[in-house]
């Protein structure tokens, strides 16, 4: 074989990953060397002779797996964004002997012991305060993974973790398959009532499937979305839902319902193990919620007022559906649809008018000058960088005094080998240890391109330039950070403040400076009509029940599924219904993630247990931005110096003590039922 990119040290650029050069046959021998390394560091730390200290224990580990590291990055990121049927097999083949290999190191005892006396007496080693925290976080995560453990214990922990780590790859693996396998072929005839824009993406949808001269409506969901919202077919639209919801529950060697079981008896038992009566107080022990009941209190706060203000939606949905001649109840394929003309007739706003005022490539540098307005960040593009898709375009991040701080990849556009929704990840995190090292950091979005033949730029929904702005405030996340360790960057902070930055950055999306700047006629350049403008704005709550309901079901549903005793025989499709029975879920709303698809909960274990994390984070990034509006200044200059301290600590510092040297206080729920237009029904 050819030299293993993965074996030099790399010259490209920043340490862009060498695209052009790396193959997936790459991928297995420099994982094996990357594990082999990190065994032989591990063992180096934990057998040495010398007393432990801070730099021969601590800093030694954050040394250490530095090639696994790479690699790992490298590997995941493309298997997410540009998967391919080797990536996908060695996902498969690898993913439990990684988990094996990390579950190795935290249940070393020799190693252990180290950290156990370093944090025993961590108080009087003479340490700044990241380090202390950093102790203690090492300590924390040792003791979580099972340090604390009898040897039978620990082995029946380090299964599960590889039996996990197996199912959670399948799961997401039969979702993308289900998501490839299927799409809506149309022809010319069954467009009644799309926009050109969305005939455009199914035409080239089709193009792009050999199907040329015809239509298709894909699974990814900003194709669902606009055909669910605009077209006048109810056979149609149902025959999408129904496909929609049914990823990862179609039967056979495909079906996700025995994967999703024997993940929760597997974090089930992982809990008890661990002390823990159930999985959910296991996983929110460690965040700022604390507890499930904490987490559910929240939820549970905005629940009922979101029905009830879902109830008026619905009434005015079926005035519009009665006009029309829709003589049956609401489904959950008719809502978009008619939500759509009532929000019309309300607002005079029409999806189809306010698309080509925005430009991505506009949206895009939105988010770039707001970042320079606010943090006092320049991007300029790298068009001599390596890429892995010809759809990804790289940029140079650097201080407003040319100090270089990082690049920003950005790969926009759904195709069929990448996972659908939007993320942010890196390639790279910022650390300054032994030396400083710049972060690389990735958004992905799902974009239906523009009409390419047509020469015609990819138009975006209100929505989608608002995921737009989360992903980059995750990436401002990244950029931003200043930290010694690599295991305190950027984003490395509980689950349940990571939605902070990202939801607060979405704010100045639709500020009216931004609007008014950046959302230009596709055609004309002529910015948004101010007219359209205030309609736009005074429409921007509407349809919050649905949405809100939407929500906070699937954060129920999530906490509820990792509360429930492992011995029960677990049936998703039954604990939905009973599910939607009990928390009495609007029948015409229904789950916006079915648990066979669900992949935050199930393609990884980030988010299980841990939806709730928006709406935790909702309440911060709500009462947040009430601090620029009370300033009567989006871009308050020592407002923002204060919010960029949050950005650049990542995890050196308690989260709650960040937002309040942030705010001058604790944050307040008031904003949050404002934004959602729940202060009113609340009351009511
Ligand atoms: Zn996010």
New binding site residues.
Partial sequence: MTENPFFESWTTPFGMPPFDRIRSEHFPPAFDRGMQEQIAEIAAIAGSAAAPSFANTIEALERSGRLLERVSRVFFNLDASNTDNAIEAIARDYAPRLAQHQIGVALDPALFARIADLHARRASLGLDPDQLRLIDRYHLRFVRSGALLNPEQKERMAAISERLASLQTLFGQNVLHDEQDWQLVLDATDLDGLPGFAKAAAAQAAEERGLAGRYAVTLSRSAVEPFLTFSSRRDLRRALWEAWTARGAKGGAGDNAPIIREILALRAEQARLLGYENFADYRLDDTMAKTGAAAERLLLQVWEPAKAKARDERAELEAVARREGLNEPIEPWDWRYYAEKVRKARFDLDEADIKPYFVLDNMVQAAFDTAGRLFGLTFTEREDLPVYHPDVRVWEVREESGCHVGLFVHDNFARPRKQSGA??SRYRNQENMDEPVTPIVVNNNNFAGGDVAAGEPTLLSFDDAKTLF??F??GLHTLLSRVRYRSQSGTAVRRDF??FP??MFEHWMSVPETLRTYARHYRTAEPLPEELLRRLLAGRNFNQGFGTVEYTAAALIDLDLHRIAATEPFDPARFERDFLDRMEVPKEIGLRHRLPHFQHLFAGSGYAAGYYA?LWAEVLDADGFAAFTEADNAFDPELAERLKAIYTAGDTRDPMELYCAFRGREPAIAALLQQRGLAAARSG
């Fill in positions: 993320w942010s989360h992903e405030g995750h990571v939605e990202s939801q928006y």
